[in-house]
DNA sequence: GAGAGATTGTTTACCAGGGCAACAACTTTT
DNA sequence: AAAAGTTGTTGCCCTGGTAAACAATCTCTC
């Protein structure tokens, strides 16, 4: 034990003093993303090497056929640029394909692969148990309020 | 409203699909910090200069006295490297000073000027502000529910 | 005390993720 | 046909974080 940490171990949390941030929920959001990311990291992506951003693609792009890469920027709200190196990892990965689109030779029809879509369904339940084991200091009803409350605050 | 709008404007949210992320804590927790991160980089750090990790910084170091560059590392759950530019940058805005520590010559110790009080208790108005407009789709039960919710998921 | 071992702040290199601007190829509009 | 818009892509930049190395300093152990 440090002199540094004695010093802060009369406080609570973790011992440092946060003023007035307990009453902001941007703060608490963070905090739990945060935790929520770092959890995330320790199970999935060391098991699978999905990133929860790459997840959040891979669901995507196999709920909504004939995806291109710009709409699917603007459904996870980035630029397009940024899709381009997701798009070339999830194809490397074998877990996508860009379909050649007749109709307009500008853009691709983003498709999962058989390999992805297996792949797909062992990282879901990963995930899920991972979320589950996450928010396991919640009840089945509290976990669900906290879920309806988030969803009102993104829309 | 191009084609590819056009063809997933049938479902709900955006109008892609999201398979069964709809359940998952973790995405929601993700979407709903970007939204607040950018809500606060419209308002806060447009006006102040001041973003989110910064903003918190600036309260851990006001609330704790004799805070070390180390023990700070360690509340904001980052490495210590990451802590050298980020005070830098508060002690080049003139809002806080490393003090040297007799006891420990290796240390410093972080505390707030003058200015950087003042500051702080404008930044926190405008964050308040922030915050509550950000949350507004919610009523104060709610919000508190939620804040609740939210510290037992990261403790 | 002397020396081995931690701790602190710092620098350097590195990587992930995203924004912005430019661009060619292509489509749509005028 | 020409102008204007869209798509994917590349290059460069910024932010923010990790990891390793290092000198200075403190602490523990013998």
Redesign the interface.
Known sequence: MT???A??MD?ED????????D???????????????K??AQTVTVAEGIT?GLY?ML??I???P???Q???A??M?VDRSSIVKVVNQLVEKGHIVRDAVP??KR?YHLRMTASGKSALRRI?DA??R??RD??A??SDA??T???S???????
């Not at 409350?149 to 829309?155: E, F, G, N, Q």
């Open positions: 002199a540094s940490q010093k802060v406080c973790e011992g440092v003093g946060h003023g007035c941030m009453d902001e929920l941007g703060f608490h959001l963070r905090r739990s993303q945060v935790a929520a990311f959890h995330f929860p959040g669901q995507v196999a709920n909504t004939g995806l291109t710009s709409a699917l603007e459904a709200d109709a307009d853009s879901e995930v899920m991972q979320d996450f928010s200091a919640l509290e976990r309020t906290l879920i409350l988030l969803k009102r605050l993104y829309r």
